[in-house]
């Protein structure tokens, strides 16, 4: 299957500092990225979806002035988790999507960022 | 409003089968996925079907009926590392995926 290249895998933080996490399609071009966000024992919650060469379309209550997202390239978008808090301690995925032709509308994922703000 | 239920945990002895149900209830319909998770990592993929029936990959199975909007994921001959979440997703008219909350998945030896 495609690869879903996402980094770091875990970053710990000083409370105020922002964090910025990468999420790369390696084998093919993701028209369409995901971040979500996934607390202990609980779902994916979808955070965000972004489409390449425009703003991200944010889920409701999710500020999107702290979680900024980017997707610039049809291969990497950014989410940068600004003036960090320790209550955005979470593990944050991203998923990406090629929907432009038929084939496999399978998401593959990133392997998660564990953010730890101290 | 888009809903997707599934039990919140089971319990299944090593080298027996279990059965995973999923219910849906979305705007459209363009698939339905299964994905395994384990603690601390992100969801592998497992199973895909769009079509009425069942598909089978190795010891995991996956069935779908459009017209009852229900799944199920069926695990034979369980193996201690299939000790994980089970997530039931579809996707929707806009080609969104909904997502379960998941499903627990605890063997015993």
């Known amino acids: 299957g495609a690869v879903v290249s996402q980094h770091p895998s875990w970053v710990i933080c000083k409370s105020g500092t922002s964090v910025k996490i990468e999420c790369r399609s390696l084998d093919f071009q993701a028209t369409t990225m995901f971040w979500y966000r996934q607390f202990p024992k609980q779902s994916l919650m979808l955070m965000a979806t972004s489409n390449e060469g425009s703003k991200a379309t944010y889920e409701q209550g999710v500020e999107k002035d702290k979680f900024l997202i980017n997707h610039a390239s049809l291969t990497l978008s950014t989410l940068t988790v600004t003036s960090a808090h320790p209550e955005d301690s979470s593990f944050y995925i991203c998923s990406a999507r090629d929907l432009r032709g038929p084939g496999d509308t399978e998401a593959f994922f990133g392997q998660g960022t564990r953010l730890t703000v101290v | ?109």
């Open chain 2, 1 to 109: 409003g888009q809903n997707i239920d599934q039990p919140t945990e089971m319990t299944a002895t090593e080298g027996a089968i279990v059965q995973i149900n999923c219910t849906y209830q979305t705007s459209g319909f363009n698939g339905l996925f299964w994905y395994q998770q384990h603690a601390g990592e992100a969801p592998t993929f497992l199973s895909y079907n769009v079509l009425d029936g069942l598909e089978e990959k190795g010891r995991f199975s996956s069935f779908l009926s459009r017209s009852k909007g229900y799944s199920y994921l069926l695990l034979k001959e369980l193996q201690m590392k299939d000790s994980a979440s089970y997530l039931c997703a579809v996707m929707d008219s806009n080609y969104q995926l909904i997502w379960g909350a998941g499903t627990k998945l605890i063997i015993k030896p």
